[in-house]
């Protein structure tokens, strides 16, 4: 198995994310990895691309790529090449519920879950880290009307818990909260931007940090808990 980086938010354009995606490249022990970008959730955003290889490229040294599956400029078959090429493969943000129908259509989340067991590390932030999760909180309705609620979404299911990135954010820990509160699920994650936690073989083994933080809510006599995750917690720089 490889590693898994669920990074909460953050900015890549203004390098906000910088010391965690130093962290990620470090996960490989080459001289100059192969970085695979899928910017699914944002529509196959170019731009964002561009964004991602100024920081994996020039600052971390790795060759960057990417992967577009709804442009049309790319078959399956090539994008496969590609996966089976990568050594980090980084899911951009946007919209994870546009991001997860694409890749049931496509066959792309079995293809990520099959580079994943062989060991490749699979990095993401916002939508890109938070499909793993049994559920997510999700701003899908909200970003197109501002008036209308954020929705819980099913995720793929491999890391079992509900799970909302840019905790840090008041009005998405509110509903956050009622969500929990509402459905009670067993566990309950937080992630704030600049934040990320590692999992190896879909277990949690460390939380890393260049500005954020990561929590747990806890029913105790029923009454819920925020509760900071410090299991090998460690600032990155």
């Known amino acids: ?12 354009r203004n390098k906000t994310t910088l010391p965690i995606d130093r962290y990620i490249r470090n996960l490989v022990d080459k001289q100059k990895p192969y970085a695979l970008f899928v910017p699914t959730a944002s529509h196959d955003s170019k731009p964002y ?14 060759k960057s790529d990417v992967a577009l599956l709804t442009t049309g400029e790319m078959s399956m078959e090539k994008i496969e090449e590609k996966i089976f090429a ?10 994870t519920e546009y991001m997860l ?21 699979i990095a993401g932030l916002s939508a890109g880290a938070i499909f793993w999760f049994d559920a997510f909180l999700s701003s899908t309705l909200k970003d197109k009307d501002p008036s209308k609620p954020y929705v819980v979404i099913n995720g793929l299911n491999f ?9 840090q954010n008041s009005e998405i ?4 909260i009622k969500e929990i509160k509402k459905e009670k699920y067993p566990l309950n994650i937080g992630i704030e931007n600049d934040c990320a936690l590692i999992y190896d073989d879909f277990n949690l083994q460390e939380v890393i940090s260049c500005n954020g933080k990561a929590f747990t809510y806890k029913f105790e006599n029923n009454e ?13 720089k």
Request: charged fraction near 20%; include cysteine; glycine fraction near 12%.
């Open 86 to 95: 990568a050594d980090i493969i980084y899911v951009g943000g946007g919209d």
């Open 224 to 236: 819920l808990k925020k509760v900071e995750i410090c299991q090998n917690f460690k600032i990155v």
């Open 101 to 121: 129908s694409i890749w049931r259509l496509t066959g792309f989340d079995k293809m990520l879950l099959g580079a994943y067991k062989r060991g490749v590390v």
């Open 49 to 62: 691309f561009n964004t991602f290889r100024k920081t994996y490229t020039s600052e971390l040294n790795c």
């Open 159 to 167: 890391i079992h818990a509900f799970v909302t990135p840019h905790l």
């Open 1 to 12: 198995m490889g590693k898994i980086v669920c990074i909460g938010g953050g900015e890549l």
């Open 173 to 176: 820990e509110a509903a956050f």
